[in-house]
């Protein structure tokens, strides 16, 4: 089904000289950028290696990519709903569509027309007009590209997809003009995936692990909120010693209209939750600033995209319970579901793709020219930036560190198909988890019971997330981000 | 209900016997056979059922490879490469040596069982003809003859005859036992002598084919087939080497970027510190531990799995009697009649108990006289006794002067009573009710046509049980008491006890379906049953424990024996079953947190030429890149000679609810096993510094 959004998407986009809504008359797109756009709407990765008012007709934005926003965030919760009902032990895990349709029309619909209103009001263009042409005061023709952005952007923040209407994203002044839009916008990204956790709880019937699953994604997400903001409030290593004075914090890449703190907690915020879009130039954060995103990614579960970000805590959910459940002298078991053989090896699988398409791809463009020949700077940075990269296309989340020539055959094509695999291997594995644990008889629980709604289990489910992450990512964060930082000391 | 008496010495013994065991995990035998099998099992194709450590071993060989051709070319290095191979090959042969010494442990365990089968000349009967083989050609169906001083040759079935048998060749019980055709105590094992009369055997199993034959071999480790558990785990430890394997391989290009070329040891080093080598060594081995743990209970599990999915019982069904309370009821109150007088009618029970000689008989007798103390009349001489019968269901004295004492059931007294010529009281029905309400048996006493009174035989619950069962149930176990008492009786005693429901008036259909009931809740069941009408229960229930003195129907319908036929066992069972997945999970969880340890110490070491700045992630303090490296891999590697007593004996246990659990364990073996490593790697690394190596 997802193969055809695919191919429309191409046709749409192939086509869009020919359909209506191109006032300003865009043309073809290259055929590896082409592909790389719609495996990342389609992918809800929304990565950008395209400029939406350079090269995109309002058709193609509205009934091309606009769409595919709302579909991409309503398979995601779709997705988790057929995940909790085959937890609860339903045979039938529900009809896909059915709740598609509830999830786009009820959820996201209601929810991105108030948010949209909501930006309208706040001064966010919303037009079909073609851009606007206005002369400077030097007599010099300025065009003003514009549009119906309001609605575009709504959807963008609340379902975690983050491809923006203009090619820089939330910095553009018709994206993100002030203050209040920075927050309401930036709200949106946490809302229905916070959501998400707690219509698991419903579906399932079990609120307290639903909230103590809550907690543990909240305290991922303010810990990387707070080591953010601390380093940034310092000032970027190349002003040491200089006569500069910034105000003792760093304004590199940000927009002076929001300040040194609205970025790096949009950035948290952003990659936390697999949307991707951005406020700032995380090529300019300071490096451990910088590196908080990347481990959003990384682990893409501190509340993470619509629907999907439940789906990936689940399979550290199933890797902890049946380590530390056989702690308790039992065969692990998870909501009254015994995990064995099959179950593991799925969650193996999928937890195993995150690495292999991070650590593979920055791994074969670093010691290739496809990546080291595009880098605008030496060293760790660099090698951040292609990790960056790799990581916003394999957690689906499509911001970028950018600092990188990233619309070349080689990222176009190597980011597509980690942004596909990458999208779908997480969602099929869990499945099939979940459709394996509901065939099996539920196990009456007692006291002898592993409890998935403690505090206790919220630390199992801390350590196998940090232990999990930490272990596979760390040789990477050393080299990169953590290897800049200590070497500007 | 005899078995049940010779349970408390028994039980004493085989502690004794297992702390012996433990005094000497490492005895100079075992050791010394561990070590020759732990170099035979480097054969690649036998470590490809462990991936964790058969990467270890990949890892070795490539390593020896860049080794040799160092040395060869002279490169300055050759002497670090050397010592990486030699701990990667150390690490291996910990690996195999921790499995063959729980096998090796598994053998001696089973040296004497396994003396039992030896050859002897049977007797064998064939058309009414008796001939002498020797026992290893004796087939199924085979009928033997047995004497007195002579050895059974096979396991079997008694068909004809009663006979004392000594077992204390299987089950370190000296006290001889009876077994006989017919009823539950037909059962014979091989090896075991018949100490008194003669026996006809039906041998059930060829020799080497029976039961305990294929348990000694399991127990072994001769035949070995991974539980699902274990079979999970192995799952779960292969995915996160390919993980690991994954982030070493990335390494090396990522190193290209850097200009920093990474060499082949150091790189299999990073590598087999991070895959969870520690639990990938060791799970072999707490596998064959758990059988031999339960082996050293004398009891035998046809399958790893078995003793596995103990761990999982969610209803446990215990008999009463033998188990929950002493064998045989026993008189507790006395309870005159209106308008009798306590002492007419102690002396009238003691008289008519003198001549009964059952235990309950006898326990009036006892209650009687300390009631009375000097005061108990003492046995007339002369007098006639009654003995107790199950026709008359009364027992008696008749003195020389014509005096007739009698105690026995309610309706037999009333008849007794008015053949004497007497009318039975009308207060006498309150009084036997009374007594029946609250779970004890009524024994009415009567002097010749008048009845004195009525004396009430309770179960007495086993000393310590309702201790043992609470805790069980502290464990999130449903007790359930199986008894053939009527229901008033029954929930007496399962108040008293405290276990969770009953079966009463039970018989072995009921209990069939009450396990299938409780399955069907998703629930998994253990009994224990030893009689041919428990088989089909047995069979169904998850975990049968068969008595060894039970029948063949029995032994071969559970899947676990009990060597010493004691009911309580399954407590034991249980226990162990526990044991053994949280030694697993134990350890695996000790194995990754070790993980971050090793990460500070080998990652700035091998880019700290390229990019000094990452000293300062060198937080161990540790002297050079190569002592940081080498510490880490002894480190990974010692750890598993020094985990082998936890493997072997299993976590320390006590029972307890999940949440308990959980918490001491991941205190214990996940914080401690993140602390652990940072003062083990730097105290290998002053080691090395102090020996001139860094």
């Known amino acids: ?489 | 209900m005899n078995d049940s008496f010779r349970v408390e010495p028994a039980a004493e013994l085989k502690l004794a016997r297992r702390h012996s065991r433990r005094a000497n995990l490492f005895e100079r035998d075992l050791v010394m056979s561990a070590t020759k099998s732990a170099l035979l099992m480097l054969n690649p194709l036998k470590m490809l059922r462990n991936p964790v450590m058969f990467v270890t071993e990949v890892g070795a060989l490539l390593t020896t490879l860049v080794t040799a051709q160092a040395i060869v070319t002279g490169q300055a290095v050759w002497g670090y490469f050397l010592a990486v191979t030699v701990i990667l090959w150390l690490t291996v042969l910990f690996a195999n040596f921790a499995e063959a010494l729980a096998e090796a442990r598994g053998k001696a365990q089973t040296a004497t069982l396994r003396r039992t089968r030896q050859h002897t000349v049977a007797r064998r009967l064939r058309d009414q003809r008796i001939e002498e083989v020797p026992s290893e050609v004796l087939k199924e169906g085979d009928v033997v003859i047995v004497r007195a001083g002579e050895l059974i040759p096979n396991d079997g079935e008694v068909i004809a005859g009663a006979a004392t048998v000594d077992e204390s060749a299987i089950t370190g019980e000296s006290a001889p036992v009876i077994r006989e055709a017919g009823g539950d105590r037909s059962g014979v094992t091989g090896g075991t002598r018949v100490l008194s009369d003669e026996i006809h055997v039906r041998i059930s199993a060829g020799a080497g084919e029976s039961f305990l034959d294929r348990m000694i071999a399991l127990v072994e480790g001769a035949v070995r087939q991974k539980t699902p558990n274990e079979l999970a785990l192995t799952v779960t430890l292969a995915g996160l080497t390919f993980a690991f394997l994954l982030v070493t391989v990335s390494l090396y290009p990522i190193g290209l970027y850097f200009d920093v070329e990474l060499d082949v040891p150091t790189l299999i080093a990073l590598l087999v510190c991070l895959i969870p080598t520690t639990i990938g060594a060791l799970l072999a081995a707490i596998g064959l531990a758990g059988m031999d743990r339960a082996l050293a209970t004398n009891v035998l599990a046809k399958s790893g799995k078995a003793v596995e999915l103990a761990g999982d019982i969610d209803t446990l069904l215990l008999d009463k009697t033998g188990t929950i309370t002493v064998g045989n009821r026993q008189a507790t109150a006395c309870h005159p009649l209106p308008g009798v007088d306590q002492p007419v009618l102690l002396k009238a029970a003691l008289l008519a108990s003198y001549g009964d000689e059952t235990p309950e008989g006898r326990s009036i007798v006892t209650l009687v006289q300390q009631q009375l103390g000097a005061a108990a009349p003492p046995e007339p001489v002369g007098a006639a006794m009654l003995a107790f019968s199950a026709q008359t269901r009364l027992s008696g004295l008749d003195t020389p002067e014509g005096q007739k004492y009698r105690t026995g059931a309610s309706d037999a007294i009333r008849k007794f009573v008015a053949e004497q010529g007497g009318v039975p009281p009308a207060t006498l029905q309150a009084a036997v009710d009374g007594v029946a309400r609250q779970g004890s048996t009524p024994v009415v006493v009567a002097e010749d046509q008048r009845v004195l009174g009525v004396i009430a035989l309770s179960d007495v619950l086993k000393v310590g049980i309702s201790d043992r069962l609470a805790r069980l149930r502290a464990m999130g176990l449903r007790i359930v008491m199986v008894t053939g008492d009527n229901p008033l009786t029954a929930e007496a005693i399962s108040r008293e006890a405290g276990v969770d429901d009953f079966i009463a008036e039970a018989t072995p259909v009921d209990k069939l379906a009450y396990i299938r009931a409780e399955q069907r809740k998703g629930r998994l069941i253990a009994m224990m049953g030893d009689g041919t009408n428990d088989a089909p229960a047995l069979a169904q229930a998850d975990i049968g424990v068969a008595m060894n003195s039970g029948t063949q129907a029995a032994k071969e319908a559970g899947n676990m024996v009990d060597l010493d036929s004691d009911p309580t066992k399954l407590i034991e069972v249980i226990e162990i079953g526990k044991q053994l997945l949280i030694t697993r999970g134990a350890l695996t969880t000790f194995s990754i947190a070790n993980d971050v340890a090793k990460y500070f110490a080998i990652v700035p070491a091998m880019f700290m030429l390229a990019m000094p700045q990452l000293a300062a992630l060198n937080i161990m303090g540790l002297t050079s890149p190569q002592s940081a490296i080498l510490s880490a891999l002894v480190f990974n590697a010692i750890i598993i000679p020094l985990l082998i007593p936890i493997a072997l004996r299993g976590v320390h246990y006590r029972p307890a609810g999940a949440d308990k659990l959980l918490q001491k364990n991941l205190l214990i073996y996940g914080v401690g096993g993140i602390i652990a490593p940072f003062a083990g790697i730097k105290l290998i690394d002053i080691t090395i510094t102090l020996l001139g190596f860094a």
């Not at chain 1, 032990?89 to 949209?116: C, E, H, K, M």
């Not at chain 1, 009254?336 to 195993?352: D, F, G, S, W």
Request: a negative charge.
């Open chain 1, 1 to 489: 089904m997802k193969f055809n959004y695919f191919v429309e998407l191409d046709a749409k986009a192939l086509l869009q000289q020919y359909l209506p809504l191109n006032p300003d008359g865009k043309g073809v797109l290259e055929g590896s950028l082409l592909f790389n756009t719609a495996a990342s709407f389609t992918s809800n990765t929304n990565l950008q290696h395209y400029s939406g008012e350079v090269s995109l007709s309002y058709f193609s934005q509205l009934f091309a990519l606009m769409w595919l926003q709302f579909i991409s965030a309503g398979t995601g919760i779709a997705a988790l709903a057929a995940l909790a009902r085959g937890l609860r032990g339903d045979t039938q895990i529900g009809n896909f569509y059915a709740d598609f349709l509830r999830a786009s029309f009820l959820v996201l619909l209601p929810l991105a027309t108030v948010a949209a209103a909501l930006l309208v009001w706040l001064g966010i263009p919303m037009t079909f007009h073609g851009a606007a042409v206005a002369e400077t005061l030097e007599s010099a023709t300025q065009t003003i590209a514009r549009g119906p952005v309001a609605a575009f952007l709504a959807i963008k923040q609340l379902g975690t997809n983050g491809g923006g209407w203009f090619g820089p994203n939330a910095t553009h002044p018709f994206e993100n003009p002030n203050f209040w839009t920075n927050i309401v916008e930036c709200l949106c990204i946490l809302l229905v995936p916070m959501g998400s956790v707690w219509m698991f709880g419903r579906i399932t019937g079990r609120m307290k692990h639903a909230a103590v699953v809550f907690v543990v994604m909240g305290a991922l997400l303010l810990t990387k909120m707070t080591v953010a903001l601390g380093f940034e409030m310092e000032q970027t290593a190349a002003f040491t010693g200089q006569p500069v004075t910034d105000a003792g914090v760093n304004l590199e890449g940000k927009e002076l209209r929001f300040g040194a703190s609205a970025g790096p907690l949009w950035a948290v915020a952003t990659t936390c939750t697999s949307n991707g879009s951005v406020n700032c130039m995380h090529d300019s954060l300071n490096p451990p600033t910088g590196l908080m995103p990347l481990i959003g990614m990384w682990l893409n579960v501190a509340y993470g995209g619509v629907g999907v970000g439940f789906i990936n805590i689940f399979l550290y959910i199933i890797v902890g319970v049946f380590i530390a459940g056989m702690m308790v002298g039992r065969t692990p078991e998870y909501l009254a579901h015994k995990v064995e053989t099959k179950e593991m090896t799925l969650a193996l699988l999928a937890l195993m793709a995150h690495p292999l398409f991070i650590l593979g791809g920055a791994a074969l463009f670093a010691a290739t020219p496809w990546g080291a020949g595009t880098l605008n700077n030496p060293g760790s940075h660099g090698f951040s930036e292609i990790l960056y990269e790799f990581s916003s296309s394999a957690a689906n989340n499509g911001s970028g560190f950018e600092g990188l020539g990233d619309n070349t055959v080689p990222w176009n094509i190597a980011t597509g198909l980690v942004m596909l695999l990458a999208r779908f291997i997480p969602i099929i594995l869990p499945l099939a988890i979940a459709g394996s644990l509901a065939s099996k008889k539920p196990v009456p629980e007692n006291i002898g019971t592993f409890h998935t709604d403690t505090p206790l289990f919220g630390v199992v489910l801390l350590g196998s997330v940090t232990l999990l992450g930490a272990l596979l990512f760390l040789p990477a964060a050393v080299l990169g981000p953590i290897a800049e930082h200590l070497g500007s000391l």
